[in-house]
């Protein structure tokens, strides 16, 4: 995919994101331990499931972001995720733009490891260790 189709797809897909409403858990404010995330309304009576007009909306497929976009990083990149400096290499060598995130189960010394090689390889890290040692 060329930059120029890219920015395209970027484009339409912030002029959509503007267009999606908020998914809202329709019962959010009647109990003070339900759950405020989306969850799909199932009772048989459920206005929110009939999609009545004045009820919120309903995630659908409609509001999905182009193929070719989806799941990149705001800024453009592929996200990959790195346990070890070899994972780091084989991410640099694929030739596409991407964006490092260090896996969670890495500790402090190969995370300082992998945060200097990634420096002299010119990739960006979504997770830093704060600090920056």
């Not at 759950?35 to 009576?45: F, L, M």
Request: proline share 8%; net charge positive.
């Amino acid at each position: 995919m060329s930059e120029e189709a890219a920015k395209e797809l970027k484009s339409l897909r912030d002029r959509l994101r503007k267009k999606k409403p908020r998914f809202l858990n329709l019962a959010r404010w009647w109990h003070k331990g339900s759950v405020k995330s989306w969850r799909r309304p199932r009772g048989i009576d459920n206005k929110q499931r009939l999609k009545l007009k004045s009820r919120p909306k309903h995630p659908t497929v409609g509001y999905r972001s182009p193929e070719e976009i989806r799941g990149l990083h705001p800024s453009g990149r592929r996200p990959v995720i790195v346990h070890n400096v070899r994972d780091l290499e084989e991410a640099a060598a694929s030739g596409e733009p991407v964006i490092v995130y260090i896996a969670s189960s890495v500790g402090r010394k190969k995370r300082v490891e992998i945060e200097s090689r990634a420096r002299e390889l010119n990739l960006p890290i979504a997770n830093p260790m704060p600090g920056g040692e």
